[in-house]
């Protein structure tokens, strides 16, 4: 099966910037989504109060918080290596820009991190561009690099992050999405939540998307995150517009433990929209997030039979889970697919 990760980040060590209070702050809204983790997530009832579960707590949050001052590893080696234990073909590398974290002092990450990746490992990384803030460095700034990027240096789409910059259809981002369309390349969009401070959700509901979509119908847009927690508005949206698709990168994390939820998630999705719409993602971003478990839940991952009876959600077919593995990615991404890897495994 051609395993496709749609969303995968590099970056190098922010160590240098980890003074900024707003940067402390991120590192913060990151800690308080633990004890989701352990309490929503968790496949079984959990003490909270237990000694153990509060040992395993405090570990995570000293992982997060050790990675972020010191100097952490988001690189295109350590990328290979996770691929190459969940045994993913490919991923798309995104840049994260996020000026907020140092008060505009520089970005996360950059294109050009991202370009050395990709001409590194071509048969194995594509380059997904991200030329925000659009609006505050002013459209035709963005729009050259956009065009440079897809023409000398072969990045295959891009990346739109409301919470870094504009609601998804305030109208000065009319002429990037024009530029998106002249280059003929997909549109990927963080919508649903904004996870980490500085950034705002108002900017990202999925429903911002529905006059992209009709105004830009030639461009592939991909809802990063299933706009979660607004799923179903996501759900519509993928059958009402046929060039509207949605990366389950949340599911991989939720699926470890929130089965229940992930299998409304994904079996609402696949009955209102269908299986040619749904993306597969993990949302990498060094080592506290690897492939390994992903795949597996990729793999094994089944709507229940009670929620196949009592809301008439589709099973997952083997079918099914290869256009979801990646290859609905690879076709609107115009990237060929091996024939041996094209047929979906059988049980």
């Known amino acids: 099966m051609f395993i496709f990760d749609c969303e995968a980040h590099l970056w190098g060590p922010m160590d240098?910037?980890?003074?900024?209070?707003?940067?402390?702050?991120?590192?913060?809204?990151?800690?308080?989504?633990?004890?989701?983790?352990?309490?929503?997530?968790?496949?079984?009832?959990?003490?909270?109060?237990?000694?153990?579960?509060?040992?395993?707590?405090?570990?995570?949050?000293?992982?997060?918080?050790?990675?972020?001052?010191?100097?952490?590893?988001?690189?295109?080696?350590?990328?290979?290596?996770?691929?190459?234990?969940?045994?993913?073909?490919?991923?798309?590398?995104?840049?994260?820009?996020?000026?907020?974290?140092?008060?505009?002092?520089?970005?996360?990450?950059?294109?050009?991190?991202?370009?050395?990746?990709?001409?590194?490992?071509?048969?194995?990384?594509?380059?997904?561009?991200?030329?925000?803030?659009?609006?505050?460095?002013?459209?035709?700034?963005?729009?050259?690099?956009?065009?440079?990027?897809?023409?000398?240096?072969?990045?295959?789409?891009?990346?739109?992050y409301p919470p870094d910059d504009v609601a998804i259809n305030d109208k000065r981002l009319w002429p990037f999405y024009n530029k998106v369309r002249e280059l003929g390349i997909p549109l990927f969009v963080h919508t649903g939540f904004s996870w980490v401070t500085p950034g705002f959700s108002h900017t990202c509901h999925p429903m911002l998307l529905e006059e992209v979509c009709f105004d830009f119908p030639e461009i592939p847009i991909v809802a990063i995150h299933m706009g979660y927690p607004f799923t179903t508005e996501t759900s519509l949206l993928a059958a009402k517009f046929q060039n509207f698709y949605a990366c389950s990168s949340l599911l991989p994390r939720f699926g470890l433990?929130?089965?229940?939820?992930?299998?409304?998630?994904?079996?609402?999705?696949?009955?209102?929209?269908?299986?040619?719409?749904?993306?597969?993602?993990?949302?990498?971003?060094?080592?506290?997030?690897?492939?390994?478990?992903?795949?597996?839940?990729l793999m094994t991952m089944q709507i229940s039979e009670e929620l196949q009876r009592d809301y008439h959600y589709p099973p997952i077919t083997q079918e099914t889970r290869a256009k979801w593995a990646g290859l609905n990615l690879a076709r609107i991404m115009k990237i060929e697919v091996p024939q041996s890897a094209q047929e979906p495994e059988k049980k």
């Open 16 to 160: 240098d910037i980890n003074y900024f209070p707003t940067f402390k702050e991120y590192v913060n809204s990151l800690v308080g989504f633990q004890r989701s983790r352990f309490l929503q997530f968790a496949r079984e009832p959990v003490d909270w109060d237990s000694e153990e579960v509060q040992k395993e707590y405090k570990a995570t949050v000293d992982a997060i918080r050790a990675r972020a001052y010191a100097a952490p590893q988001a690189d295109a080696e350590s990328l290979i290596a996770s691929m190459n234990d969940g045994k993913v073909n490919m991923a798309c590398v995104i840049p994260e820009i996020m000026t907020d974290l140092s008060y505009g002092h520089r970005v996360r990450s950059t294109n050009g991190y991202v370009a050395k990746a990709i001409a590194k490992y071509p048969d194995r990384l594509v380059g997904i561009a991200n030329v925000g803030p659009v609006v505050a460095r002013g459209v035709d700034k963005a729009n050259w690099e956009l065009e440079h990027l897809v023409k000398e240096k072969g990045f295959k789409a891009c990346k739109f």
């Open 257 to 297: 433990g929130y089965t229940k939820k992930a299998q409304e998630i994904l079996g609402e999705f696949l009955a209102i929209a269908g299986p040619d719409k749904l993306i597969w993602g993990v949302d990498w971003s060094g080592s506290l997030a690897g492939h390994k478990k992903a795949v597996e839940y």
